[in-house]
């Protein structure tokens, strides 16, 4: 755990700098964003439900079981983001963008899908609070709006991950592959503990922590 943290530290101060605060933008792409990425889950889960439906047989790997058993969080953290972004007029933008058409992203996403991405979906309170105080190195600070919407953006950012994961899912349900990696599994399983994490975490405690 301590060599975790350490490396959540590390993370943090190696990206602070290509983060920088780039001016606002309103959070309605981000909300288009993950409908559709939770329309295309949906997809691979009626997809395989309705595989198993026509051969009882049928073997699924695990993957598939984190998405059937636990869509309906993955759906209701769905929401609860895009009702949460609906109230909120603009956040500060990131000079660094992670998507294929360089669109700018919102700075507080950007980071945490960083987080995600190099830790595999496996996040604790720990890795979590090292990782926001060590990115705001510098003088890099995060504004108010964004350490209260942090909630909001780390279920935005597992969301995103396991959208990721399914488009390769998809891709085996209509046999495109043969195989799915085994670490996947693993991803999605943090992935779902994260969303709950993200149900009962006290974020106000990182808040007062990390304010500025």
Known sequence: MQDMSQNAKNLGYDISAAYKNAGYIKPNSLIKIQKKNLKFIKKVYAKAVEAKEKDKNLYLPVHFEWICDN????????????????????????????????????????????????????????ILEEYIESVQSDKNYFSISELSLIRVMLAASVCSKIYGICLDLFDYLNKNRETLPDHYAYSLGYCIRNLRFCAVYQFEKLLTKCSK
């Open 71 to 126: 869509y309906y969080i993955i759906e209701r953290e769905v929401k609860n983001i895009c009702k949460s972004l609906s109230y909120v007029s603009r956040l500060p933008a990131s000079n660094k963008t992670n998507n294929k058409d360089n669109k700018a992203e919102i700075r507080i996403y950007a980071l945490l899908c960083e987080l995600i991405s190099s830790y595999d979906g496996e996040i604790t309170p720990v």
